[in-house]
């Protein structure tokens, strides 16, 4: 039996890429769901990439984008959000330039009730289904701004309005573990509006 080349997401859902050819002798793929589709891949073109948005789990084919951030970054981030946080259903990604804190739909930024695990959030709203629709907010950020320093500024979201919305930088060091555990020490919790950003 033939493997495809494929990618499950969080939810579940598995995509393969079609890759059909164009009229001028190029190739466009397409992301698809159906394992019995047409002009699927087995293996992947050099320089492509499976990506899933922490936001909502939806799967695209892209450009494989340089990361600058290392696992160690990422996870020193994450570790600090299980120790500090009270938030407990959250996703730490680390993409091109940036570590991104994702809170679930079901958490409170701002300790406005009780923050449930992700299981807790399952058995509150009748099983695994919750996980097809659940989604993750961006609140904070940390930006590598200096590559040869390892230099981060922090920033959060601040509302501008209903709709509107922007990030706002908080602080900026050298020490992503400082930073980090500046942070999270807040979130989950009513002091987390206490971080006033710079200006």
Not at 5 to 20: C, E, P, W
Not at 57 to 77: D, L, Y
Not at 115 to 140: C, I, M, S
Not at 150 to 173: C, K
Request: some cysteine.
């Amino acid at each position: 039996m033939t493997s495809y080349l494929s990618h499950t997401n969080r939810q579940g859902d598995t995509a393969y890429i079609r890759a059909v050819p164009t009229a001028k002798g190029g190739t466009r793929y397409y992301v698809t769901k159906d394992p019995k589709a047409s002009d699927l891949m087995e293996e992947m073109p050099s320089g492509f990439e499976f990506y899933e948005y922490p936001s909502d789990a939806r799967i695209v084919f892209r450009k494989r984008v340089p990361c600058k951030i290392t696992a160690s970054e990422r996870q020193v981030v994450e570790d600090a959000m299980h120790n500090l946080s009270d938030v407990k259903d959250f996703i730490v990604a680390a993409d091109e330039n940036t570590i991104t804190i994702y809170i679930s739909q079901f958490s409170s930024i701002s300790g406005e009730h009780e923050n449930p695990t992700a299981e807790e959030t399952r058995l509150g709203w009748g099983g695994e289904h919750v996980d097809r629709f659940k989604q993750y907010d961006e609140y904070v950020r940390f930006v590598l701004v200096n590559e040869a320093k390892r230099t981060f500024r922090l920033e959060r979201i601040i509302f501008l309005g209903f709709f509107n919305r922007d990030y706002a930088e908080l602080e900026t060091s050298d020490d992503l573990e400082s930073l980090a555990e500046m942070l999270c020490q807040h979130v989950g919790y009513p002091t987390y509006f206490d971080l006033a950003p710079k200006g």
